[in-house]
């Protein structure tokens, strides 16, 4: 235990005992995603692929996600974007990381988290995907890289239907000039995918852009 756990305790998101954010009764609570989906029709696909049926030109070509987004997880990830306890990003992080063996993930991949507007960011002080991706960058070893930018400042997608959240995310995004990742594979990352909106719009730019195989990873399924 280091010097700021003494001063300020972890306490658990969901029942609020001390010593971890998610102790081991709640952790017991979480309820994993036992069998990969696709990420267009959200059924059983092998190794998270896209479904052949689901393809498309500017489409995302597979989906890794590790828990549904209910119980300890929703309570921890609600703590992350409201209440600034970014260090919980640790342990979704290896939540993500002891299901990876599940999934058919593209090689020589690179992270690229799902960017926030400025004024979001600078009123949070952080990006919630940001951290997620280069904790996984340095636990992995894989390449990281700040290759969107947002243009527009959208409104948040909860409570919109499925075609809200396509229209609201429209142009949301562009890719940064001389980026350099044509014919890469890119995996996009972010903590929560519900109807797969943001990530297909992010997918879209990418591909514009030349890049390769693009999944999505998010720590929850919505």
Request: glycine share 8%.
């Amino acid at each position: 235990m280091d010097l700021l756990d003494l001063i300020f305790p972890k306490r658990c998101v969901s029942c609020g005992a001390f010593g971890k954010y998610i102790c081991n009764k709640c952790f017991a609570k979480i309820e994993f995603v036992e069998k990969p989906i696709c990420p267009i029709c959200q059924r059983q696909a092998i190794g998270g692929k896209t479904h052949p049926r689901c393809t498309g030109k500017f489409r995302l070509d597979g989906l890794v996600v590790a828990c549904k987004y209910k119980g300890p997880i929703k309570l921890a990830i609600k703590k992350v974007k409201y209440k600034w306890v970014y260090d919980i990003e640790k342990v979704l992080v290896n939540l993500l990381a002891s299901q990876i063996w599940k999934f058919d993930l593209p090689q020589d991949s690179i992270l690229i988290p799902i960017p926030l507007s400025k004024k979001r960011k600078n009123w949070r002080g952080f990006n919630q995907a940001e951290i997620l991706a280069k904790t996984l960058s340095k636990k992995f070893n894989v390449s990281y890289s700040a290759s969107l930018i947002r243009m527009i400042d959208t409104r948040t997608q909860v409570g919109l239907t499925k075609e809200e959240r396509r229209e609201n995310v429209k142009g949301a995004f562009a890719g940064r000039k001389a980026q350099g990742k044509r014919d890469k594979n890119i995996i996009l990352v972010d903590d929560v995918y519900t109807s797969g909106a943001t990530m297909m719009e992010a997918a879209k730019v990418l591909k514009n852009g030349g890049a390769g195989n693009v999944w999505a990873m998010t720590v929850a399924l919505g």
